[in-house]
């Protein structure tokens, strides 16, 4: 079965802190994506990134980053410099690409991340 | 810019009573998706449309609930017979289809946030 596992439920940091928000998937596929979204206050999903089964690099994007780890099936995200505007709700996910047809996401129980000024 | 947008916001309404939801997609997607988020959670999988068919719904989508996409742009969602266990935010989203790493992206609506009382 394909499973999403966040095992932190809350984070709080004080600006400017580095934070490591943790993602363990489970899945048999050999092809599949993962995904990070956020959720701020306002409820409305944002996504943030897209990585395929094939593709372990890692990726930066200003002060996120992403490292994908097949070997121990682990996409974890890292915030640099954590901001008051980065406190949200953090949800990784899955997805199985099957016979050509996207189907459904698999979501973490996300991470809520608390940034204290 | 026009996203996934999602009618009503909010939706009050009694036990028993029967509820729809609307989502317009982006217009180019030919895939929309129906979620379940309750408080403290991922959002759930409910249904998924490649232009007017459904093509996978979930158990959690009981006899009460359906999904329709009459002419493969906007959907309904109608819940009938409300139970207080419905209480939840509705979310809706859509995707491009094709075999490109595009495809996966889920663009989320804001969602309706159904209270039943």
């Known amino acids: 079965a394909q499973k999403v596992t966040q095992a932190q439920t809350e984070i709080s940091v004080v600006e400017k802190e580095d934070v490591t928000l943790d993602c363990v998937y489970e899945t048999r596929d050999t092809t599949y994506y993962l995904f990070w979204y956020k959720q701020p206050p306002s409820g409305e999903l944002v996504f943030l990134i897209r990585r395929n089964s094939f593709d372990e690099q890692n990726e930066i994007s200003g002060r996120y980053s992403w490292n994908f780890q097949k070997s121990t099936s682990s996409f974890n995200f890292t915030i640099t410099a954590s901001q008051v505007v980065d406190s949200a709700v953090y949800f990784c996910a899955l997805s199985e690409k099957n016979a050509g047809n996207n189907r459904k996401l698999i979501w973490g129980l996300g991470t809520s991340l608390a940034v204290n000024p | 810019d026009t996203g996934v947008s999602q009618n009503p916001r909010h939706k009050i309404t009694k036990r028993g009573q029967n509820v729809t939801f609307r989502c317009d997609p982006i217009s180019e997607h030919n895939r929309l998706y129906w979620y379940r988020q309750t408080l403290g959670q991922g959002p759930e999988f409910l249904t998924y449309?490649?232009?007017?068919?459904?093509?996978?719904k979930s158990r959690l989508l009981s006899d009460r609930f359906s999904a329709e996409r009459p002419k493969g742009s906007f959907s309904t969602l109608e819940i009938q017979r409300t139970e207080q266990g419905d209480s939840a935010m509705y979310l809706c989203?859509?995707?491009?289809?094709?075999?490109?790493?595009?495809?996966?992206?889920?663009?989320f609506g804001p969602g309706t946030r159904l209270t039943v009382l």
């Open positions: 989203a859509s995707s491009p289809s094709g075999f490109s790493l595009e495809d996966n992206e889920q663009f």
């Open positions: 449309f490649q232009n007017e068919a459904q093509l996978e």
